[in-house]
């Protein structure tokens, strides 16, 4: 094992009772709010980080039940995915996002896909603005309105049991729209995003990449790639959006 097992654990597996599963959870209580803290920067100010506490800790306790030592896997690695997962349940479960928001979300969907399917590459800025027929200002805005269905699309990641990465896979979630052809496994649709991020342009394969892989925050991924973190939500909304568009009309081929 490479790397070393808190004690805690060799006595929470040889006898789980509460006490010792008190300490566990006091232990690992930060990673919680490490969680929540890097979920707000994204949120609006009428979710509240307690909601998200308390859903993450929820996802804390049930990655310690079911944490097994024995794969080598360290339990931050394991339990900060399952933590997130709760806590974007939530997000779900309260529905903060209004309908008239969710439908201006799809709506710049199917604009950012047709101009893709038209051109056979990409969609500019400046092409999606003037196919809504509104100014690059009123664009901004509407990303920047539109940002938040964007982090609930894709901010899951597969995780096995063994805590082993997976690929993202939520990119075409939509409460609103029929679910996809349960024939489309998950093995399918990882494949099908592995392709859809391979053909993105260079800065925005990067936005993902740092996002979403290396778990940086917009603010440092704008950092790395010297532009401002306003550009680089704009730049993973438009992403997020072009994403869902592909494998929603991919899926239904």
Known sequence: MS???????????LSPNAKIKEQIILKYANLVKF???RLMIT??????????????IMGLIDAIDRYDPKYGVKFESYAIPRIKGAML???RKLDWIPRSIRSKSRELEKVIRKIENSKGGPATDEEISNKMNISMSEYFNLLKEVSAVSLISLDNVIYNDEGGKGELHEVIEDKDEEEPDEAINKEELKEMIIRAIDDLPETERLVIALYYYEELTLKEIGQVLQLSESRISQIHTKTILSLRGKLKEAIKA
């Not at 790397?3 to 597996?13: A, G, H, M, N, V």
């Not at 949120?43 to 993450?56: H, M, N, Q, R, Y």
Request: glycine share 6%; proline share 10%.
């Open 43 to 56: 949120l609006p100010p009428s979710v509240e980080s307690d909601d998200l506490e308390s859903a993450g």
């Open 89 to 91: 349940d939530e997000l």
């Open 35 to 37: 969680v929540a803290g």
């Open 3 to 13: 790397f070393q097992l808190d004690p805690l654990w060799d006595k929470y597996k």
